[in-house]
């Protein structure tokens, strides 16, 4: 089970790559043969990419089947590990470092702005629901495992894996500013207990949701529209879940996004 930074660095290398990431959600799906995954995602390089996941313990592969571990699984729905929430207890918990920013990509929801994954180490597991008190905007979910917090209009979300993701960022360097005020803080309230900030209402709007749905207006979801989608989901009225396109692997960080923002109603 990765834990220490050189496995996390593993999980890492094997997520960075496009080929990787659609065979982890093709096997989230179920066990598949090397050959239903070569004719999912291609079979240039298979191998490889198999081998790669395997040693990052996303993935086992038993007489030619591949299957997702455990870990694997926690892994793609951001849950903490099995155990994590237990003796979840902020004294015991040990100082955190930014091991790695992946990567900085263009946000979905508006070009000029990038997206980034980072890591942190070690991971925070259940302890992140005792954290949410430091955050004004803060909100932990038990739903996906993780703290999200609001800063201006970036998004940060903390996984109990260690993964950390943030939207709407400027530049690289406002993602490394805001990575080591996260760890400030974390390790800080580490240090001397948690000090609640004052809490904050998060308004999110429909059209903040809608712009990361996937804006085809198919009607699947037995809406007229993705905004009248977006307005019902405000308002409880339907589940992300009825949107089927979303459950396509190529729209899987935009449902990522959806769940932190939903998480918020
Ligand atoms: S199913 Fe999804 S993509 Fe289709 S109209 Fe509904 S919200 Fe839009």
Same mark, same amino acid.
């Given at each position: 089970?990765?834990?220490?930074?050189?496995?996390?660095?593993?999980?890492?290398?094997?997520?960075?790559?496009?080929?990787? #990431?659609?065979?982890?959600?093709?096997?989230?799906?179920?066990?598949?043969?090397?050959?239903?995954?070569?004719?999912?995602?291609?079979?240039?390089?298979?191998?490889?990419?198999?081998?790669?996941?395997? +040693?990052?313990?996303?993935?086992?592969?038993?007489?030619?089947?591949?299957?997702?571990?455990?870990?694997?699984?926690?892994?793609?729905?951001? @849950?903490?590990? @099995?155990?994590?929430?237990?003796?979840?207890? =902020?004294?015991?918990?040990?100082?955190?470092?930014?091991?790695?920013? $992946?990567? %900085?990509?263009?946000?979905?929801?508006?070009?000029?702005?990038?997206?980034?994954?980072?890591?942190?180490?070690?991971?925070?597991?259940?302890?992140?629901?005792? =954290?949410?008190?430091?955050?004004? #905007?803060?909100?932990?979910?038990?739903?996906?495992?993780?703290?999200?917090? +609001?800063?201006?209009?970036?998004?940060?979300?903390?996984?109990?894996?260690?993964?950390?993701?943030?939207?709407?960022?400027?530049?690289?360097?406002?993602?490394?500013?805001? %990575?080591?005020?996260?760890?400030?803080?974390?390790?800080?309230?580490?240090?001397?207990?948690?000090?609640?900030?004052?809490?904050?209402?998060?308004?999110?709007?429909?059209?903040?949701?809608?712009?990361? =749905?996937? $804006?085809?207006?198919?009607?699947?979801?037995?809406?007229?529209?993705?905004?009248?989608?977006?307005?019902?989901?405000?308002?409880?009225?339907?589940?992300?879940?009825?949107?089927?396109? %979303?459950?396509?692997? $190529?729209?899987?960080?935009? +449902?990522?996004? %959806?769940?932190? =923002?939903?998480?918020?109603?």
């Amino acid at each position: 089970m990765p834990g220490n930074p050189q496995e996390i660095k593993l999980v890492n290398n094997a997520m960075a790559n496009a080929t990787r #990431r659609k065979i982890m959600n093709f096997l989230a799906e179920g066990a598949r043969t090397a050959e239903e995954v070569g004719g999912a995602v291609g079979k240039a390089m298979l191998d490889y990419h198999l081998k790669l996941l395997q +040693q990052a313990s996303l993935i086992e592969v038993k007489g030619g089947t591949a299957s997702l571990t455990e870990y694997g699984r926690n892994f793609l729905e951001g @849950k903490p590990e @099995k155990g994590e929430e237990k003796g979840a207890d =902020l004294h015991q918990a040990k100082p955190v470092e930014i091991v790695e920013v $992946k990567q %900085l990509l263009p946000c979905i929801a508006d070009s000029t702005k990038f997206r980034t994954i980072a890591n942190m180490a070690p991971p925070l597991g259940g302890v992140l629901k005792t =954290l949410e008190p430091l955050f004004p #905007r803060g909100r932990y979910s038990e739903r996906i495992g993780a703290l999200i917090t +609001q800063k201006g209009e970036v998004i940060t979300t903390i996984y109990g894996t260690g993964k950390v993701t943030m939207t709407m960022i400027k530049n690289e360097a406002e993602a490394k500013e805001m %990575l080591e005020s996260l760890k400030g803080t974390i390790n800080e309230a580490i240090a001397k207990g948690v000090a609640p900030a004052p809490g904050e209402k998060v308004r999110v709007e429909p059209m903040e949701i809608y712009k990361y =749905l996937p $804006k085809t207006d198919c009607k699947d979801c037995g809406e007229q529209s993705c905004y009248t989608f977006a307005i019902k989901l405000m308002a409880g009225e339907v589940s992300l879940d009825k949107c089927t396109p %979303l459950k396509d692997s $190529k729209y899987a960080v935009n +449902q990522e996004h %959806l769940q932190v =923002l939903t998480a918020y109603i």
